[in-house]
């Protein structure tokens, strides 16, 4: 494709050689010729443009909300031809560049390889996808240039924002070597007391009684209350009505925020948890 540049040069050659057979000037004749001849010889040469391979490296595929993620591209001149290069990187509305560009310029010479980074923000949790990549490859005296897009699409997911709690979400009455492990109302292995029984073979003598044994002459075994895990399902309140006035400040947005940071400590406390 011709660029700006080519069309001015061809138009100044164009109209130095009609002024020169205009005015019989050899000289205005003589530097429109060159001029021409210099922008057809150009036109043949875009088979000379480099021929460029690129790569796209990210430090993560998942971020939290206020995150970074450093994205970096290799751009390889794989041919033997030189010039011009320029790359942009097409990156969603809600992202935000703290560091660097997702434009470059380069200039390329054959077999060589260089390397540009630059560092976004996504502010808003949901799902994303960069690219895909713009280039134009340029002629070494920026005359004629080829278009291509390169779908690199590369997919990664924004996660609400955890907050630190202070408290506990669900508390036991007494210490738990679980802190998620709850009293069931059964009987099984725990700490709290539940009922008295008497002595059957298999059971173990940390469970007996001696204050019962004394007192009825027969052996008598403790029984708990059996602890375990929960499970804890999460509603988060999805309606299209909550998503109203958009940013990060929405019923919704806050339902997910508050949603990860409960479920966060419910699973550190070996709680199992589903979100509705």
């Given at each position: 494709m011709w660029s700006k540049k080519a069309a001015a040069v061809a138009g100044g050659a164009i109209f130095l050689t009609l002024a020169g057979l205009i005015r019989l000037n050899y000289l205005f004749i003589s530097a429109g010729l060159v001029m021409l001849t210099f922008v057809v010889l150009a036109s043949f040469l875009d088979v000379w443009m480099p021929k460029v391979s690129i790569r796209r490296e990210t430090t993560s595929d998942n971020i939290f909300e206020d995150g970074t993620m450093s994205v970096k591209f290799i751009v390889k001149n794989t041919g033997l031809g030189l010039g011009f290069v320029e790359i942009y990187d097409s990156l969603p509305p809600q992202a935000r560049i703290i560091k660097g560009s997702n434009y470059t310029l380069l200039y390329m010479k054959p077999w060589q390889e260089v390397s540009f980074e630059y560092t976004l923000k996504l502010p808003i949790r949901g799902h994303y996808h960069l690219g895909p990549v713009k280039m134009?490859?340029?002629?070494?005296?920026?005359?004629?240039?080829?278009?291509r897009i390169e779908d690199t699409v590369h997919s990664f997911s924004v996660f609400p924002e955890i907050e630190v709690l202070e408290y506990q979400i669900i508390k036991s009455r007494s210490p738990k070597l679980l802190s998620g492990a709850m009293p069931l109302n059964l009987i099984g292995s725990g700490t709290e007391f539940y009922s008295l029984r008497e002595f059957v073979p298999g059971d173990s003598l940390r469970s007996v009684n001696w204050k019962a044994l004394a007192k009825k002459g027969k052996m008598m075994v403790n029984e708990t209350v059996k602890e375990d895990v929960m499970d804890v399902i999460l509603l988060v309140d999805a309606r299209e009505v909550s998503a109203v006035g958009g940013g990060k400040d929405t019923p919704l947005e806050m339902s997910c925020r508050g949603a990860a940071?409960?479920?966060?400590?419910?699973?550190?406390?070996?709680?199992?948890?589903?979100?509705?």
């Open positions: 134009r490859v340029k002629d070494a005296f920026d005359l004629f240039y080829n278009e940071t409960y479920a966060k400590q419910l699973l550190d406390e070996r709680n199992k948890v589903a979100l509705m």
